[in-house]
């Protein structure tokens, strides 16, 4: 009997280091894929009780814990129960004194506050379909936000106003404000009237949503120039509240949450996450370095939401006392670069990473539930049983077009493990896309068809990825105009749009460059000038002031000539990204944005010296 237990042990024993040397992540991926198994689960046992979307699984929250802290803010803590009522409260006073019903598209500008949530679910209780706006945006992508969403109304948040003084007139719309009083004439308000609606939920005669009909209208940086309204399906948004849960979070975890609201990021994952849990967010108004980790502690933070960006700027930080007596256990995001991740566990304690990606147009998505450092993911063996291995499929695209290469049958080909191909996804129930409001071409760009077989659509995610031979999947690159900077994506056609309305500028190409130390890329144009003018960095700079966002000024300028353009009369960037903005490699006259002094200045190889070293800060 000894003998026998004796071998089975041995045996065990080599198969646990045959597993650890061959399979070295087994038991993660098996662990990941129960998880996911038992949230796929609990998500089907609540539809065939009739919690189908995300209002309702919030409404269920509601009744099953109304005490527990749903959302605190600064010295502000309001229940589940609490963001219920307002909710209710807000959407009778939207029905009986601004007529919203059902179907109405209601706009909502708003800065990180609990009204935001309580006015987007009481838009929700009316059935209404909610856009969430940008706050950075111009008066010019305003106006085609509003008009592209088909909004009907505008709700703004008493701090914004002067964000909507230009589109006012030409509106066409509907606009109120969360405040109790407004000093526009033409500016209705809520609050004032808020303490006399009913806290009970409003009756309606609006049909059970369909999981595939829209709930939101999100807005996502494109190649065309303007923001694009990409429609949410309801089955998306439910799919998104699974977020932190496969991440590790649990009902007990306090959630940071420093994100906007207007970004799938913080909205659908971070909120719909602490939802699905009965968790706690901890919302801030705006991100802080310097305040991030007194708050952490102030709170009791244990699970944080991240970009790159904002992960870049912690470890940039003077060291404080706060930064190691915390309680976070959990940081959840996406972008996080490999080097700044190293430097941010080696300094802030035990921290798990949970690096991600995803998409706000599509459902597809990938976790690293590992602690290797540098993957947004895993496509394990364990992928199949869960429907994921369908959705893995990296493309062969040309080089120089990024386009999809095909075979003599038009079928396209996977790329093999090690080499980066073009992510794709098929279009089904589980990964559905509603297309762009207003742009029936841009929705039907984002689609390749006869992919694999005849007649099978998928959606493009225009990203590059890669599958190493351990199954780890790399972001490797965006393609297309856009660049992500300072956490936001950036269309450089837009950019170009509004370069182009200096009268000194002939032509203009914007692109991205990589700057050392920095996360995305920052925005850089090539520029001519008209015959007779100069560059004037005074105008430019005030030009920019009033038209974008400042994560998407071009930070470097460099003169030439003449742009190259192909045969199409297509702008040849490759060369201008691969140069970026040293004046060792470019010949050509470069100037930097200098922020302090409100211009653009000589980009000397001194100055430049300082940028990559860090001395001067962009």
């Known amino acids: 009997m000894s003998w026998a237990i004796s071998t089975l042990a041995v045996g065990v024993v080599t198969l646990l280091l045959i597993q650890r040397k061959l399979y070295p992540y087994f038991w993660d991926d098996l662990m990941y894929y129960a998880r996911v198994r ?3 689960s609990a998500m089907m046992a609540r539809m065939k009780r009739g919690v189908v979307t995300y209002l309702q699984c919030f409404e269920l929250q509601a009744r099953n814990i109304p005490e527990k802290p749903f959302v605190v803010f600064e010295e502000q803590i309001l229940t589940y129960r609490d963001v219920d009522a ?7 006073v939207l029905r009986s004194h601004c007529g919203l019903k059902h179907g109405d598209v209601v706009a909502l500008l708003m800065n990180n506050e609990p009204d935001f949530i309580c006015v987007w679910f009481g838009l929700c209780k009316l059935g209404c379909e909610v856009a969430f706006l940008n706050f950075n945006i111009k008066s ?3 106006r085609h936000c509003l008009r592209s969403c088909g909004a009907k109304a505008l709700v703004i948040g008493p701090d914004l106003i002067r964000c909507v003084d230009e589109v006012l007139p030409d509106a066409g719309l509907e606009v109120w404000v969360a405040a109790e009083s407004s000093t526009h004439q033409s500016i209705g308000t809520l609050l004032d009237k808020l303490e006399s609606a009913s806290p009970e939920k409003p009756v309606t005669d609006a049909p059970q949503p ?3 009909s829209n709930f939101l209208f999100i807005f996502t940086s494109g190649t065309t120039g303007l923001p694009k309204a990409a429609r949410i399906s309801h089955i998306k948004a439910v799919m998104c509240m699974a977020f932190l849960r496969l991440c590790g979070a649990g009902a007990r975890d306090r959630v940071y949450l420093t994100l906007p609201l207007y970004h799938m990021s913080a909205s659908l994952l971070g909120i719909g996450g602490c939802i699905e849990l009965g968790a706690t967010c901890v919302l801030k108004r705006k991100f802080s370095a310097s305040q991030f980790w007194k708050d952490c502690v102030k709170y009791d933070i244990t699970v944080f939401q991240y970009i790159g960006e904002l992960c870049r700027y912690l470890v940039n930080q003077p060291k404080t006392a706060e930064e190691v007596a915390h309680k976070v256990r959990l940081a959840a995001g996406s972008g996080l670069r490999a080097d700044v991740w190293t430097q941010f566990l080696r300094r802030f304690g035990k921290i798990q990473i949970r690096e991600s990606y995803g998409l706000t147009e599509a459902s597809i998505g990938f976790v690293n539930y590992t602690d290797e450092i540098g993957p947004i993911g895993r496509a394990s063996y364990f992928n199949k049983f869960n429907k994921m291995k369908s959705l893995i499929n ?5 080089p120089q077009t990024h386009e999809p290469i095909r075979t003599d049958t038009g079928h396209c080909i ?4 090690g080499e980066a191909g073009l992510l794709v996804a098929p279009v089904m129930f589980t990964n559905p896309f509603l297309g762009y409001a207003g742009d029936k071409a841009m929705s039907e760009k984002k689609l390749l068809r006869d992919v694999f077989k005849s007649g099978d659509v998928y959606f493009n995610t225009g990203d590059l990825m ?6 780890f999947v790399y972001f490797k690159d965006r393609i297309g105009d856009t660049f992500r900077w300072k956490g936001e994506n950036v269309s450089t056609t837009e950019v170009s749009e509004v370069l182009g309305c200096l009268d000194f500028l002939l032509d203009v190409s914007v692109y991205g460059v990589t700057v050392p130390g920095y996360e995305g890329r920052a925005g850089m144009a090539a520029v001519v000038l008209k015959d007779g003018h100069g560059l004037d960095g005074d105008r430019l700079y005030s030009h920019l002031l009033h038209t974008l966002p400042p994560y998407a000024w071009p930070c470097f300028l460099r003169v030439q000539t003449s742009l190259d353009v192909t045969d199409t009369f297509k702008q040849q960037k490759g060369r201008l990204v691969q140069e970026g903005f040293s004046p060792d490699t470019v010949q050509q006259p470069l100037f930097f944005l200098d922020a302090s002094r409100k211009t653009y200045m000589p980009l000397t190889a001194q100055l430049y ?3 990559v070293s860090g001395k001067i800060r962009l």
């Open 38 to 40: 038992r949230v796929g």
């Open 86 to 92: 307002r909710s209710n409260r807000f959407a009778h």
């Open 140 to 142: 010019q992508s305003l």
């Open 210 to 212: 369909n999981l595939m």
């Open 394 to 398: 990296f493309l062969k695209c040309d």
């Open 414 to 417: 996977k790329v093999s493990k």
């Open 466 to 471: 890669l599958q190493d031979h351990r199954d």
């Open 609 to 611: 010296d300082h940028i």
